[in-house]
């Protein structure tokens, strides 16, 4: 319907998908942008899905807002000049900038030493559930699982992180 001129199409995306945009666009920018800047960054990733409409070939249109939003983002951060820095460079930042740098380099590592904390299926599964956009179907058919396995996978692999993190079992690496 959105290929065909739809409005309405598209006013239903805007609807089912603005807090998933914005939370893409939240991720990648951590605490370098304004409330404001993402509210502009999610209304782009909109705009730009109406201004591509009619080349717009996936059947994961997810997929492609989350690509898009994370590409807005990072044009964001560039255009600002807040590109990641190394925690080496940290400490010739001054004030505000360099604390919030900090953070968010170390929120990051945590994250992903929790995320590697996890056993074998389950960070596989993970991974390609939130990271990669796979359904739960594509990932019992390439695992060789049964869908109903995959999901509780994903249930028990919540779980471990969330219990990972809070425990914060994943700090010793870091």
């Known amino acids: 319907m959105l290929a065909k001129d739809d409005t309405a199409a598209l006013s239903h995306i805007i609807d089912k998908y603005t807090n998933y945009v914005a939370t893409v ?5 951590g605490a ?10 999610t209304a782009h990733v909109f705009v730009s899905l109406w201004q591509n409409r009619g080349r717009l070939n996936t059947p994961r249109l997810r997929g492609w807002l989350a690509a898009t939003a994370r ?6 951060l560039r255009d600002k000049r807040l590109l990641t820095v190394s925690q080496e460079d940290v400490v010739l930042i001054s004030g505000d900038i360099a604390e919030r740098l900090a953070e968010a380099h170390e929120r990051t590592r945590f994250i992903q030493n929790a995320i590697f904390a996890m056993g074998w299926p ?14 739960i ?3 019992a058919d390439e695992m060789d699982m ?9 249930r028990r692999g919540r779980e471990k992180l969330k219990h990972t993190i809070e425990k914060g079992d994943f700090y010793d690496g870091i």
């Open 137 to 139: 179907s594509e990932i």
């Open 25 to 29: 666009i939240h991720n990648q920018l």
């Open 122 to 135: 389950d960070r596989e599964i993970f991974l390609r559930y939130y990271y990669y956009d796979q359904t």
């Open 146 to 154: 049964n869908a109903e396995t995959v999901k509780s996978r994903l």
């Open 32 to 41: 370098f942008a304004s409330k404001e800047d993402a509210e502009e960054l």
């Open 71 to 76: 590409n807005e983002a990072r044009r964001h």
